[in-house]
């Protein structure tokens, strides 16, 4: 058994200890949080035993792993925490939003062969992980145009205060929304190296964006695009979707189903026609022991269990992988030097009917 | 099965109950079909057409969550009782993603305050920021019960369930006081047999015996293809046919992945399975999938 514990049990926290303590190989022994209401409550209604204080809970619990899903900004100092105490650790996302602070965590995770992971639930989506499949297994050609779009109902008025519409607490469509596209793109057709045309915007929150636009630029000269807007109404909830387009066809999927368009057969697909083929969830999904919300919220949590087990320290979604995540984010902040777009590699439209 | 002996243990369940799930733009399969399926029902109007088109193919009981739109839906029941005079609901509560999307934005307390009679003690309490003691979750419990039961006043609801969200949500932190809280209200309160919908029949099943909760109503995926049936297939169906609990299929389709007739042969051929609930936009499928459950369940014994 995994000796395990959480820290944060907010909205993602309950889901998440749900979860963990319905996985066979783990034993939650100890959850924490400083919300009194709550803890009085899973330790009364749940048997749970309880703390306010991670300190007295690190010291206190002999533990192989935490679990964080407290707001962004403690991820770092209580990642480091665990870290330092020889813990594995699954952190929620995004990762710390602080790209020197997150290699330092990268780096004493490695120094210490600690198992990581960040909670980018979509790489465990059988819709995406299909089209990362496709889209590696090359029979799109070459990849020249991404586009990763996140809308849902998140701010929807001018009020509310959660730490989600505060900006000092790592709040904001950008850290919520943006990040799980960002990472979709870098999972599915590698992360892009500069972005341009930013747009965050607010729509409705004081302090943060709601909205988040942004040109990205590939190696190799392909594009992309990000759309995202957390006060959408229209939607019933979160909804995210990828499409990419290659020389030979395009792909696009969203957490139901993945539509595949190829010009030509391609090797790497034995089996697939040119033309249209449609995978939906019901046949993508691998089935979970435990069902609550998604089966890649279940997935996400037994695959840490494994590489804990398996002593896996270069599986999906590691520190390493979501710094990727964060790394994007700074560039959209601004907050590192971007490197002079380089000119495109490939012939744009312009160029080509220009005869350039 | 035994013979009904008290009216609150005791509703015999119609064997085909229509579900909600096509009127809010929820669809396991494509998100544009539940998009088109959303703009479609935007008008109360569709949605009673197709009530009643499954009312003529003799389908008399909604199963259905506490979308605020289910409230309308009421309005036009309450407002026809002749109409209607054996219909029945089965409310699902809650229609989480009210409360989810509250949550994110107003916190935990204020969400549930939101939630509670705004009059009451127990919001004022909230109010001040008293800690939640042992015995208020009960009474907070029922409150919020009550508040999803309201819109249904003066219509027959003989069974209410917990949504899966809830019941699975309880079920993996193990508060299991809430499934007990949540079935002595709904008999006491509303005279009405308590549900359970769950994607984890097995583990839930194990719960409810330990809670001594008898022959409980469950309402769980049963398809072909073992889309969204956590501990197995086979786990199912060996609980379905050995465990002492009242079993309603539902995403029997598989959100239509597979064929009608090869689906409800695979669930008709469960004879434990006491109803099967489905939803459909177009009277042909209503009429199709009805008429193929009857036929299949030709000489069972209810």
Request: proline share 3%; aromatic share 8%; hydrophobic share 40%.
């Amino acid at each position: 058994m995994i000796r395990t514990a959480m820290v944060g049990l907010g909205k993602m926290g309950l889901s998440h200890l749900s979860i963990v303590r319905a996985h066979p190989e783990i034993d939650l022994v100890a959850g924490c949080d400083a919300t009194t209401y709550l803890t009085d409550i899973l330790s009364r209604h749940a048997g749970l035993k309880c703390y306010a204080d991670l300190d007295r809970m690190l010291e206190t619990e002999q533990l192989d792993a935490l679990v964080v899903a407290t707001p962004s900004k403690l991820h770092a100092p209580m990642v480091k925490k665990a870290l330092d105490r020889g813990l594995h650790v699954f952190c929620e996302k995004p990762f710390v939003l602080d790209v020197a602070a997150g290699q330092e965590l990268v780096d004493l995770a490695a120094a210490k062969s600690l198992v990581t992971q960040v909670g980018y639930h979509y790489r465990f989506v059988g819709a995406f992980k299909e089209a990362a499949r496709l889209v590696k297994s090359g029979a799109l050609g070459t990849i020249h145009h991404v586009r990763a779009e996140a809308y849902g109902p998140v701010v929807l008025r001018r009020k509310g205060g959660t730490w989600r519409s505060a900006k000092n607490e790592g709040g904001g469509a950008l850290y919520d929304y943006a990040c799980h596209a960002i990472d979709l793109v870098n999972f599915i057709v590698g992360t892009p190296t500069s972005v341009g045309g930013v747009v965050r915007n607010s729509v409705f929150s004081r302090d943060v964006d709601d909205e988040v636009y942004s040109t990205m630029h590939f190696e190799g000269g392909a594009s992309g695009q990000l759309c995202v807007n957390w006060s959408d109404e229209s939607f019933r909830k979160m909804s995210t979707k990828i499409s990419v387009w290659g020389t030979n066809g395009r792909l696009t999927a969203d957490r139901q189903e993945c539509q595949l368009f190829l010009r030509e057969t391609h090797p790497a697909l034995p089996g697939t026609g040119e033309g249209w083929t449609v995978h939906y969830t019901t046949d993508l999904s691998d089935e979970v022991w435990f069902y609550l919300r998604g089966e890649e919220y279940s997935a996400q949590i037994d695959y840490f269990a494994r590489s804990v087990k398996a002593r896996r320290l270069d599986g999906e979604n590691t520190f390493a992988s979501a710094l990727e995540a964060d790394r994007v984010v700074a560039m959209l902040l601004g907050e590192v030097a971007m490197p002079a777009v380089a000119e495109p590699t490939r012939k744009g439209f312009w160029s080509r009917i220009g005869g350039g | 099965m035994s013979t009904a002996t008290t009216p609150t243990s005791g509703h015999v369940m119609d064997r085909v109950l229509f579900g909600d799930n096509q009127f809010f733009g929820v669809n396991h399969m494509s998100e544009e079909k539940a998009r088109a399926q959303s703009m479609r029902f935007q008008d109360l109007g569709a949605i009673i057409d197709v009530l009643d088109a499954a009312y003529d193919e003799g389908i008399r009981t909604f199963m259905c969550t506490s979308h605020d739109r289910v409230a309308l839906i009421c309005d036009h029941f309450r407002a026809n009782p002749q109409k209607y005079a054996d219909y029945r609901f089965y409310p699902c509560m809650p229609y989480a993603h009210k409360y989810a999307n509250a949550v994110t934005e107003h916190g935990m307390i204020e969400a549930l305050r939101m939630f509670l009679p705004q009059e009451g003690a127990m919001s004022a309490m909230l109010k001040g920021g008293v800690a939640l003691a042992s015995k208020d979750i009960e009474a907070i419990m029922q409150l919020l019960i009550d508040a999803e039961m309201k819109m249904f006043h003066d219509l027959s609801t003989p069974v209410v369930f917990m949504q899966n969200v809830i019941t699975d949500l309880l079920l993996g932190l193990r508060m299991n006081d809430c499934f007990r809280i949540f079935h002595d209200h709904v008999r006491a309160r509303y005279g009405a047999e308590p549900g359970y919908i769950t994607m984890n029949v097995p583990r839930l099943l194990d719960v409810l015996d330990q809670l001594g909760i008898d022959n409980p109503i469950v309402c769980a995926n049963v398809n072909k293809i073992g889309f969204r049936m956590c501990g197995g297939m086979a786990a199912y169906e060996d609980a379905i046919a050995n465990r002492r609990f009242r079993p309603v299929a539902m995403s029997v389709l598989a959100s239509g992945a597979i064929a009608p007739r090869e689906a409800l042969e695979y669930v008709c051929g469960q004879p434990k399975i006491e109803s099967v609930v489905f939803g459909a936009s177009g009277r042909a499928n209503i009429r199709q999938t009805k008429a193929l459950i009857d036929e299949l369940s030709i000489g069972r014994v209810p």
